[in-house]
């Protein structure tokens, strides 16, 4: 059973602070990695992917990927009230020459004023 | 450039009925991917469907559950004689291909079976 491990939270930080968010999977031979942000009663958005090991950063958002640890994190700079949402983490099991993502169930985040 | 559109919004069913899901990826894009989420759950994979094919449904329970993407219209998620473990929101996304990075996701079905 290939699995996707989050912590489900609550991950509370103040206004302005980093968060950060982990994830861990255990199919060694995925190669590509989602962040999705979900507000409750929506639908997942997409923040970043990533591919190679190291640091991709886009904005306030940084994603890090360790696969010699099969890990996976996301950093949130100066957090907002408006980063609060439930984060998944998505890895690509596909070997099919398709996306198939298995998903975290997601870390909760809230950034309080 | 409309996006993911999914109909019903919310859906109530009583058991032992049907229910139908509609999906209409975005312009332009032939691949569609179903996912259930139960509460306070992730998103888990159902199946992945291109134009007329079904490509992949291991995640779709063996019994009741069916999906299509035809031709034309829209791919329909079709759950028979509904139990209340279905309820559910059930979200569709399309990619412009196979391989592509990027999933985009319609706003859900929201499934209750009372």
């Known amino acids: 059973q290939k699995e996707v491990e989050q912590n489900s939270g609550p991950l509370s930080v103040p206004e302005g602070a980093i968060a950060s968010l982990n994830c861990t999977y255990s199919?060694?031979?995925?190669?590509?990695f989602f962040w999705y942000r979900q507000y409750s009663g929506k639908s997942p958005e997409l923040i970043m992917f990533i591919y190679s090991n190291g640091d991709k950063e886009d904005g306030r958002f940084t994603a890090q990927l360790n696969k010699a640890s099969q890990y996976v994190s996301l950093l949130i700079r100066d957090s907002q009230p408006s980063d609060s949402a439930t984060y998944l983490c998505?890895?690509?099991?596909?070997?099919?020459?398709?996306?198939?993502?298995?998903f975290g169930a997601g870390t909760r985040l809230a950034v309080h004023p | 450039n409309a996006g993911v559109m999914q109909n019903p919004r919310h859906l109530v069913r009583r058991r032992g009925q049907e229910a139908r899901l509609r999906c209409s990826p975005m312009?332009?894009?032939?691949?569609v991917y179903w996912y259930r989420q139960l509460p306070e759950e992730g998103l888990k994979f159902m199946v992945y469907?291109?134009?007329?094919?079904?490509?992949?449904e291991s995640g779709m329970p063996k019994e009741r559950f069916s999906a299509e993407f035809p031709k034309e219209g829209p791919s329909i998620l079709r759950i028979q004689q509904v139990v209340r473990g279905d309820s559910a929101a059930y979200f569709c996304?399309?990619?412009?291909?196979?391989?592509?990075?990027?999933?985009?996701f319609g706003p859900g079905t929201r499934l209750l079976v009372l």
């Open positions: 996304a399309s990619s412009p291909s196979a391989g592509g990075e990027t999933q985009y």
């Open positions: 998505a890895v690509n099991i596909g070997s099919g020459g398709y996306n198939k993502l298995i």
């Open positions: 312009k332009g894009h032939s691949h």
């Open positions: 469907l291109q134009k007329e094919n079904i490509i992949d």
């Open positions: 199919d060694r031979g995925s190669q590509s």
